[in-house]
């Protein structure tokens, strides 16, 4: 099936910095979806990007839809300490996989730089 | 506009249970979906309802089963629970049609 790999797996940050991860996959998607987790609680949807070459901000928060459609983006400017969390990317499973199957990354790791 | 709630927020179990979880659409949805969660991993999907019909399903053995009502809200349910089953599981809602989901707060699952 599709797999979603999201690079870093893990990151530090200092407040003010900018934060830039990605998401990739072999095989096309139509939707690209960015979810935020805080430990022990439920992904809160960040940003959606539903056509190629998309860009969408979400106050400090910017994705992409890569125009390959095979790849996504989301950059964090001015970081600040609440940015801490696990930022998952997720599609909707395309080719031949069950109806409503979001396929996620294994996510990155946002810390605090000590 | 509420969102998508769920039931218990945890949940202590043995093996060889069988438990319930319960979960309400957001306001305007009536498609829900389920979802595993393993410590460190991403979702899992195990199945979704649409019109009360299972409508999708990964790749999950029959002991898990679920229900939607007309009222869309949903219940997944796991009969004989194994270890493994310990997880977050998560529930997510959607208009139809629309690839966009969204989670409530999870119920963990403690197998022991």
Not at chain 1, 35 to 41: H, R, S, T, V
Request: proline share 6%; aromatic share 12%.
């Amino acid at each position: 099936g599709q797999q979603l790999n999201q690079s870093p797996q893990s990151m530090f940050i200092q407040e003010g910095e900018d934060v830039s991860m990605n998401c990739t996959s072999s095989s096309i998607f139509n939707t690209w979806l960015w979810y935020k987790q805080d430990p022990g609680e439920g992904p809160v949807l960040l940003i959606a990007l539903y056509k190629a070459g998309e860009l969408t901000s979400n106050g400090r928060l910017t994705a992409q839809f890569g125009i390959t459609r095979k790849d996504s983006f989301l950059n964090i400017s001015a970081s600040i300490p609440s940015d801490v969390g696990i930022y998952f990317c997720a599609g909707p499973e395309f080719y031949g996989g069950s109806q409503g199957n979001l396929i996620f990354g294994k996510g990155t790791k946002l810390s605090v730089k000590p | 506009e509420t969102g998508v709630t769920q039931s218990p927020t945890h949940l202590i179990k043995t093996r060889g249970q069988q438990v319930t979880l319960r979960c309400s659409s957001q306001s305007g949805h009536n498609t829900v979906s389920w979802y595993q969660q393993a410590l460190g991993q991403g979702p899992q999907f195990i199945f979704q309802y649409y019109r009360e019909e299972e409508n999708g399903r990964g790749n999950f053995p029959p002991r898990f089963s679920g229900l939607q009502f007309p009222n869309y809200s949903s219940e997944l349910n796991v009969n004989a629970l194994e270890l493994d089953d310990s997880a977050l599981y998560l529930c997510a809602s959607s208009s139809p049609g629309r690839d966009t989901q969204y989670f409530g707060p999870g119920t963990r699952l403690t197998v022991l």
